[in-house]
C-alpha cells in the first residue's frame, strides 16, 4: 500500500456524462499529479498540484479541470465525456526534494 | 515542451541475460531521474532513481546510469528472472522548480524461461 488512495476504483459512465475522481495523498505530501494511461500507452502527465496551487499543466483536455483542497486531497473533474475518455487514471503524491513520487491504484473509468 | 524519449518499446529476453533500456530527455534542467516498475493491473512503482549529481548508481540487479552531457540515461537489468517481465518507465523531473514529473513512453519486458 503506497498511502495514495484513490475513489471510486471502478466508474462506467455513458457519452456526454461529468465524474468527478478523487485522490488523497500520503500524509504530509504537498504534491499531487494526476495521470491518464489508455490501454497499453504510457503514463501522460495531466496536471499537477503543489499545496493547493497549480504547479504545472500537460495535455489536459479543456474538458478536464482539477483542483487540490486546503486538506491537501485532490479531484479530477471530466466532463462531456467521450469513449476515448476510457482509461485508467491515477493520482500520485511526492514530498518536497529530489524524492519519489508514490502512486494510488487508479481509477478505471469506462465510458460507453 | 519537456520530452521523455524510451527505447526500446519492447525488449524479449531469456532467463539470465542482461536487459538495458535507455532513455533520452530534452529539459537540461532535469535533476530527478526515477525508473518505475507497471506490473500487469497495478500501479506504476519505484524500482531505482538517480539525482543528476551521481553517475551511476546499483541495487542488486539493477544499476541505472546517467550522462548529462548526452542527456540520457539507462536502465540495466542483470540475471534477469520471469518476475522481472512487466512495464517499464523512465521519468525525468526538475525537481525544486516544477517538481512535473514526465514520463517515457514504456518499455514492456519479456523474459522468458
Known amino acids: 500500500d503506497s498511502g495514495v488512495t484513490q475513489t471510486p476504483k471502478h466508474l462506467i459512465t455513458a457519452t456526454g456524462q461529468r465524474v468527478t475522481l478523487r485522490c488523497s495523498p500520503r500524509?504530509?505530501?504537498?504534491?499531487v499529479y494526476w495521470y491518464q494511461q489508455s490501454l497499453d500507452q504510457g503514463l501522460q502527465f495531466l496536471i499537477q498540484?503543489?499545496?493547493?496551487?497549480?504547479?504545472a499543466k500537460g495535455n489536459i483536455l479543456e474538458r478536464f479541470s482539477a483542483q487540490q483542497f486546503p486538506d491537501l486531497h485532490s479531484e479530477l473533474n471530466l466532463s462531456s465525456l467521450e469513449l476515448g475518455d476510457s482509461a485508467l487514471y491515477f493520482c500520485?503524491?511526492?514530498?518536497?526534494?529530489?524524492?519519489?513520487?508514490?502512486f494510488g491504484q487508479g481509477t478505471r473509468l469506462t465510458v460507453v | 515542451g519537456e520530452n521523455v524519449e524510451q527505447h526500446p518499446s519492447t525488449l524479449s529476453v531469456q532467463e539470465g541475460d542482461s536487459a538495458v533500456i535507455k532513455c533520452t530527455y530534452s529539459?537540461?534542467?532535469?535533476?530527478?531521474f526515477p525508473w518505475y516498475k507497471q506490473e500487469l493491473g497495478k500501479r506504476p512503482q519505484l524500482i531505482i532513481d538517480?539525482?543528476?549529481?551521481?553517475g551511476e548508481k546499483k541495487d542488486q540487479r539493477i544499476a541505472v546510469t546517467l550522462n548529462k552531457t548526452a542527456k540520457h540515461f539507462s536502465l540495466h537489468i542483470t540475471e534477469t528472472q520471469p518476475e522481472d517481465s512487466a512495464v517499464y518507465f523512465c521519468?525525468?523531473?526538475?525537481?525544486?522548480?516544477?517538481?512535473?514529473?514526465?514520463f517515457g513512453t514504456g518499455t514492456r519486458l519479456q523474459v522468458f524461461p
Open positions: 500524509s504530509g505530501d504537498l504534491s
Open positions: 521519468a525525468a523531473s526538475h525537481k525544486g522548480y516544477t517538481d512535473k514529473l514526465i
Open positions: 529539459d537540461s534542467a532535469s535533476n530527478y
Open positions: 538517480i539525482r543528476s549529481n551521481v
Open positions: 500520485a503524491s511526492s514530498p518536497r526534494g529530489l524524492t519519489e513520487a508514490f
Open positions: 498540484y503543489y499545496n493547493g496551487e497549480e504547479r
